[in-house]
T-cell receptor
Protein backbone atom coordinates (compact mmCIF):
# COMPACT_ATOMS: atom_id res chain seq x y z
CA UNK A 1 0.00 0.00 0.00
CA UNK A 2 1.67 3.19 -1.19
CA UNK A 3 1.78 6.00 1.29
CA UNK A 4 1.57 9.69 0.51
CA UNK A 5 3.88 10.64 -2.34
CA UNK A 6 5.13 14.08 -3.33
CA UNK A 7 7.01 15.46 -6.29
CA UNK A 8 9.50 16.83 -6.91
CA UNK A 9 11.84 16.05 -4.01
CA UNK A 10 13.82 19.26 -4.37
CA UNK A 11 13.24 22.45 -6.32
CA UNK A 12 15.24 25.63 -6.79
CA UNK A 13 13.53 28.81 -7.99
CA UNK A 14 14.32 32.51 -8.10
CA UNK A 15 12.35 35.35 -6.58
CA UNK A 16 9.24 36.30 -8.52
CA UNK A 17 8.84 32.93 -10.18
CA UNK A 18 5.92 30.57 -9.77
CA UNK A 19 6.08 26.95 -8.56
CA UNK A 20 3.77 23.93 -8.55
CA UNK A 21 4.15 21.07 -6.11
CA UNK A 22 2.28 17.78 -6.40
CA UNK A 23 0.86 15.26 -3.96
CA UNK A 24 -0.78 11.87 -4.30
CA UNK A 25 -2.69 10.78 -1.20
CA UNK A 26 -2.53 7.44 0.52
CA UNK A 27 -4.78 4.84 -1.07
CA UNK A 28 -8.37 5.23 0.11
CA UNK A 29 -7.86 8.80 1.33
CA UNK A 30 -9.89 11.64 -0.10
CA UNK A 31 -8.71 14.69 1.86
CA UNK A 32 -5.41 16.46 1.30
CA UNK A 33 -3.80 19.09 3.52
CA UNK A 34 -0.70 21.16 2.81
CA UNK A 35 1.80 22.46 5.36
CA UNK A 36 4.86 24.71 5.20
CA UNK A 37 7.80 23.87 7.46
CA UNK A 38 10.49 26.53 7.68
CA UNK A 39 13.93 25.47 8.90
CA UNK A 40 13.92 24.79 12.63
CA UNK A 41 10.15 25.29 12.96
CA UNK A 42 7.08 23.13 13.20
CA UNK A 43 4.81 22.70 10.20
CA UNK A 44 2.23 25.42 9.57
CA UNK A 45 -1.12 24.62 8.01
CA UNK A 46 -1.69 26.20 4.58
CA UNK A 47 -4.99 24.73 3.42
CA UNK A 48 -7.05 21.57 3.04
CA UNK A 49 -8.90 20.16 0.05
CA UNK A 50 -11.88 17.86 0.12
CA UNK A 51 -14.20 16.98 -2.77
CA UNK A 52 -12.10 19.21 -5.06
CA UNK A 53 -12.80 22.31 -3.00
CA UNK A 54 -10.76 24.26 -0.46
CA UNK A 55 -12.36 23.31 2.81
CA UNK A 56 -10.20 25.23 5.25
CA UNK A 57 -7.34 27.71 5.03
CA UNK A 58 -4.61 28.79 7.40
CA UNK A 59 -3.02 32.22 7.66
CA UNK A 60 -1.32 32.32 4.27
CA UNK A 61 -1.63 34.95 1.52
CA UNK A 62 -3.53 34.24 -1.66
CA UNK A 63 -0.22 33.81 -3.49
CA UNK A 64 -0.67 30.28 -2.18
CA UNK A 65 -3.36 28.41 -4.07
CA UNK A 66 -4.25 24.81 -4.68
CA UNK A 67 -6.27 22.34 -6.57
CA UNK A 68 -7.62 18.85 -6.04
CA UNK A 69 -8.33 16.50 -8.91
CA UNK A 70 -11.08 13.86 -9.22
CA UNK A 71 -8.56 11.14 -8.32
CA UNK A 72 -7.93 13.05 -5.03
CA UNK A 73 -4.38 14.09 -5.94
CA UNK A 74 -3.54 17.71 -5.29
CA UNK A 75 -1.32 20.59 -6.36
CA UNK A 76 0.05 23.51 -4.39
CA UNK A 77 0.86 26.62 -6.41
CA UNK A 78 2.87 29.54 -5.13
CA UNK A 79 3.08 32.74 -7.19
CA UNK A 80 5.55 35.62 -6.97
CA UNK A 81 8.01 33.64 -4.86
CA UNK A 82 9.76 35.38 -1.98
CA UNK A 83 12.96 34.37 -0.23
CA UNK A 84 10.83 33.58 2.82
CA UNK A 85 8.94 30.91 0.90
CA UNK A 86 12.00 28.66 1.15
CA UNK A 87 10.84 25.71 3.21
CA UNK A 88 9.89 22.05 3.25
CA UNK A 89 6.36 21.68 1.93
CA UNK A 90 4.51 18.73 3.37
CA UNK A 91 1.37 17.10 2.10
CA UNK A 92 -0.86 15.03 4.36
CA UNK A 93 -3.83 12.88 3.51
CA UNK A 94 -6.72 11.62 5.61
CA UNK A 95 -9.99 9.84 5.17
CA UNK A 96 -12.96 10.73 7.31
CA UNK A 97 -14.97 7.52 7.03
CA UNK A 98 -18.08 9.42 7.84
CA UNK A 99 -18.62 13.13 8.14
CA UNK A 100 -18.47 12.78 11.92
CA UNK A 101 -15.37 10.66 12.43
CA UNK A 102 -12.14 12.12 13.69
CA UNK A 103 -9.33 10.97 11.50
CA UNK A 104 -5.57 10.95 11.33
CA UNK A 105 -3.36 12.79 8.85
CA UNK A 106 -0.53 10.84 7.24
CA UNK A 107 2.37 12.84 5.84
CA UNK A 108 4.46 12.51 2.73
CA UNK A 109 8.25 13.03 2.61
CA UNK A 110 7.92 16.64 1.50
CA UNK A 111 9.29 18.88 -1.24
CA UNK A 112 12.26 21.07 -0.35
CA UNK A 113 11.83 24.45 -2.06
CA UNK A 114 14.75 26.87 -2.19
CA UNK A 115 14.14 30.41 -3.43
CA UNK A 116 17.25 32.34 -4.49
CA UNK B 1 -7.47 29.56 18.16
CA UNK B 2 -5.51 26.59 19.37
CA UNK B 3 -1.80 26.61 20.18
CA UNK B 4 0.88 24.15 21.23
CA UNK B 5 3.95 24.77 23.37
CA UNK B 6 6.91 22.45 23.54
CA UNK B 7 9.07 24.06 26.23
CA UNK B 8 12.24 22.10 25.51
CA UNK B 9 14.03 22.96 22.27
CA UNK B 10 16.77 20.36 22.84
CA UNK B 11 16.94 17.36 25.16
CA UNK B 12 19.96 15.09 25.62
CA UNK B 13 19.42 11.61 27.05
CA UNK B 14 21.81 8.70 27.53
CA UNK B 15 21.04 5.52 25.64
CA UNK B 16 18.96 3.23 27.84
CA UNK B 17 17.67 6.06 30.03
CA UNK B 18 14.04 7.10 30.27
CA UNK B 19 12.60 10.00 28.30
CA UNK B 20 9.82 12.51 28.77
CA UNK B 21 9.04 15.23 26.21
CA UNK B 22 6.66 17.93 27.32
CA UNK B 23 3.71 19.34 25.41
CA UNK B 24 1.14 21.89 26.54
CA UNK B 25 -1.82 22.90 24.43
CA UNK B 26 -4.45 25.58 24.39
CA UNK B 27 -7.84 24.75 22.96
CA UNK B 28 -11.35 25.71 24.00
CA UNK B 29 -12.98 22.32 23.56
CA UNK B 30 -11.87 18.71 23.82
CA UNK B 31 -8.81 18.49 21.63
CA UNK B 32 -7.47 15.66 19.68
CA UNK B 33 -3.72 15.34 20.11
CA UNK B 34 -0.85 13.80 18.23
CA UNK B 35 2.86 13.15 18.51
CA UNK B 36 4.86 12.93 15.29
CA UNK B 37 8.55 12.18 14.78
CA UNK B 38 10.72 13.57 11.98
CA UNK B 39 14.15 12.27 11.03
CA UNK B 40 16.49 14.64 9.15
CA UNK B 41 15.21 15.43 5.66
CA UNK B 42 12.15 13.25 6.13
CA UNK B 43 8.42 13.72 6.47
CA UNK B 44 6.48 13.21 9.68
CA UNK B 45 5.71 9.78 11.10
CA UNK B 46 2.79 9.37 13.48
CA UNK B 47 3.83 7.97 16.88
CA UNK B 48 0.47 8.05 18.64
CA UNK B 49 -2.80 9.92 18.93
CA UNK B 50 -5.46 10.76 21.50
CA UNK B 51 -9.07 11.28 20.52
CA UNK B 52 -11.04 10.28 23.61
CA UNK B 53 -11.32 7.56 26.24
CA UNK B 54 -8.32 6.17 28.08
CA UNK B 55 -5.96 9.05 28.85
CA UNK B 56 -2.86 6.87 28.55
CA UNK B 57 -2.24 6.00 24.91
CA UNK B 58 0.28 3.58 23.48
CA UNK B 59 2.10 4.20 20.25
CA UNK B 60 4.71 2.69 18.01
CA UNK B 61 8.37 2.13 18.91
CA UNK B 62 7.58 1.76 22.62
CA UNK B 63 6.29 5.32 23.11
CA UNK B 64 3.33 6.30 25.24
CA UNK B 65 1.65 9.60 26.11
CA UNK B 66 -0.70 10.72 28.84
CA UNK B 67 -3.46 13.27 28.36
CA UNK B 68 -4.02 15.44 31.44
CA UNK B 69 -6.93 17.79 30.92
CA UNK B 70 -6.36 19.66 34.20
CA UNK B 71 -2.82 20.54 33.12
CA UNK B 72 -3.55 20.93 29.39
CA UNK B 73 -0.68 18.57 28.76
CA UNK B 74 0.09 15.61 26.56
CA UNK B 75 3.60 14.48 27.47
CA UNK B 76 5.41 11.77 25.53
CA UNK B 77 7.37 9.08 27.39
CA UNK B 78 9.60 6.13 26.69
CA UNK B 79 11.11 3.93 29.41
CA UNK B 80 14.40 3.22 27.61
CA UNK B 81 15.66 5.14 24.59
CA UNK B 82 17.69 3.72 21.73
CA UNK B 83 20.20 5.59 19.55
CA UNK B 84 17.71 5.33 16.67
CA UNK B 85 15.26 7.53 18.61
CA UNK B 86 17.41 10.59 17.90
CA UNK B 87 15.13 12.87 15.85
CA UNK B 88 12.81 15.89 16.02
CA UNK B 89 9.56 15.35 17.88
CA UNK B 90 6.43 17.39 17.27
CA UNK B 91 3.28 17.65 19.32
CA UNK B 92 0.14 18.72 17.44
CA UNK B 93 -3.43 19.60 18.31
CA UNK B 94 -6.40 19.29 16.01
CA UNK B 95 -9.84 20.77 15.93
CA UNK B 96 -12.92 19.19 14.50
CA UNK B 97 -15.60 21.07 12.67
CA UNK B 98 -17.97 18.30 11.69
CA UNK B 99 -16.64 17.86 8.19
CA UNK B 100 -13.53 15.95 9.08
CA UNK B 101 -10.19 16.80 10.59
CA UNK B 102 -9.21 20.44 10.49
CA UNK B 103 -5.64 21.50 9.87
CA UNK B 104 -3.29 20.65 12.69
CA UNK B 105 -1.46 23.18 14.85
CA UNK B 106 2.07 22.07 15.66
CA UNK B 107 4.54 23.01 18.33
CA UNK B 108 8.03 24.11 17.37
CA UNK B 109 9.47 20.71 18.13
CA UNK B 110 11.96 19.15 20.52
CA UNK B 111 15.29 17.95 19.18
CA UNK B 112 16.27 14.70 20.91
CA UNK B 113 19.95 13.83 21.15
CA UNK B 114 21.02 10.38 22.37
CA UNK B 115 24.38 10.05 24.11
CA UNK B 116 26.15 6.68 23.90
Amino acid sequence: DAGVTQSPTHLIKTRGQQVTLRCSPKSGHDTVSWYQQALGQGPQFIFQYYEEEERQRGNFPDRFSGHQFPNYSSELNVNALLLGDSALYLCASSNPQTRYTRDTQYFGPGTRLTVL
Amino acid sequence: AQSVTQPDIHITVSEGASLELRCNYSYGATPYLFWYVQSPGQGLQLLLKYFSGDTLVQGIKGFEAEFKRSQSSFNLRKPSVHWSDAAEYFCAVGAYSGGGADGLTFGKGTHLIIQP
